[in-house]
Every structure is written in structure tokens, then in C-alpha cells.
């Protein structure tokens, strides 16, 4: 999370997105998110995920500090596959 963090802070306009383990529980993501301290939007798969919602987030953020640090947990890529088909 810290690389996608330099990564995403090093330029303007750029995600660091992290992707990690938790096809059914978001428990691992989560608690990373909560240790590194400077993550902007964490994907679980117990959440409902609007696509449109997660880029509309991604917009204001860009915006308002010019990068993002976003993790997403394995279950999400599935429920997000699937909205938007």
C-alpha cells in the first residue's frame, strides 16, 4: 500500500490501486487500509459497489488532492464485473 501511495503522490492525477487477498471477506483489506493510515477508498466484498459511485468518488478526488490510493479486496472484481454487464 505505501508503493501504490509514492506512486500515486509522485505525479498529478494518478491511482495507486492495490489489489489483495479476500475473494470472501474483506477482513485482511480492511485492516490494512487501517494501517496504513493513508488509503482513500477501500472495496470490500460485504459492500454493495456502485461503479458509478467509486468513479464519481475517484473525480472529487482527483480534484481535490490530485492522486488516490485505492484497495480493493479479490471479491469486489467479481461484484463489480458483474454491475456492470
Known sequence: IHAAYVEA???TN???LVKLMGTKCGFTAM???LAARNVDMCLLPEM???VEKVAEHCISLMQS??????VVA?????????NTA
Open 65 to 70: 488532492k490530485g492522486s488516490a490510493v485505492i
Open 74 to 82: 479479490e471479491g469486489c472484481c467479481m461484484d463489480l464485473m458483474q
Open 14 to 16: 494518478c491511482i495507486g
Open 48 to 50: 454493495n459497489i456502485s
Open 9 to 11: 503522490t509522485s505525479n
Open 31 to 33: 485492516h490494512a487500509c
